[in-house]
């Protein structure tokens, strides 16, 4: 985004998708917005120039904002992040700058925000979308071993969650490959009770699909086995 636009500092929940080159759906927030651009707030590595499409939600008027827009910045280091220039404004969008403008008030310090990698099938990802964007992490998914792999090898990660059910057969390659790769990260199953359940040292915890974000979140920060 410009560096010359009138910036709010604004945590959205956003839901981006790299269209060119395509690549794979991650959930992050918003660390700032203008009316031409924000600074996505994410360690998921991207190219300069490449497009995406990114849906945020309005709530004061209830409705989502979809945009598009082109990878202007790229931040590594501590506070990783991705600067975008929007390609086409929009009035939902000038809409919900003005809002925010108006609401902008004092800042909340900004405290170090949970990375966290998705592992499960589409459909089981799609589900669950509601979820991980109103959590507020940095969200990257996988659908399979290999991406998997791919995802751990390139940001360090709090907490890798397989979304499958408990005798599913492939949360423990994945949680063998978390375990090998990125040890300090917690691995967490997340899904339905149908055999016996996972159990350490390949998994700290199980989670019960319909238990909620508190339950997910307690799971993620408990104490480590």
């Known amino acids: 985004m410009s560096r010359r636009a009138n910036r709010i500092r604004a945590q959205i929940a956003a839901t981006v998708s790299p269209i060119a080159p395509a690549g794979d759906m991650f959930v992050c927030q918003t660390r ?12 998921t590595p991207l190219d300069l120039g490449s497009r995406l499409a990114i849906v945020v939600f309005d709530k004061g008027r209830g409705s989502p904002v979809e945009v598009t827009g082109e990878v202007t910045r790229v931040l590594g280091g501590v506070h990783p992040g991705l600067g975008i220039r929007l390609l086409e404004l929009s009035d939902d969008w000038e809409m919900l700058i003005a809002q925010l403008g108006r609401d902008a008030g004092g800042h909340e310090k900004r405290g170090r925000r949970l990375r966290v990698l998705v592992v499960g099938e589409e459909r089981r990802q799609r589900g669950a979308l ?3 964007v109103t959590s507020g992490w940095d969200v990257r998914f996988a659908t399979d071993l ?25 949360w423990p390659p994945v949680m063998d490959e978390a375990r090998k790769i990125q040890p300090g990260a917690r691995r967490i199953v997340r899904g339905v009770r149908n055999g016996p359940l ?13 238990a909620g974000l508190d339950a997910l979140l307690d799971a993620l920060t408990a104490e480590r086995l």
């Open 146 to 170: 290999d991406g998997t792999v791919e995802a751990l090898r390139g940001v360090n990660l709090d907490a890798v969650i397989a979304e499958h059910d408990s005798n599913d057969e492939r």
């Open 198 to 210: 996972p159990e350490a040292p390949l998994v700290h915890r199980f989670v019960d699909r319909d």
């Open 32 to 43: 700032d917005v203008s009316q031409v651009g924000c600074f996505l707030d994410t360690a």
């Open 130 to 132: 509601a979820l991980y």
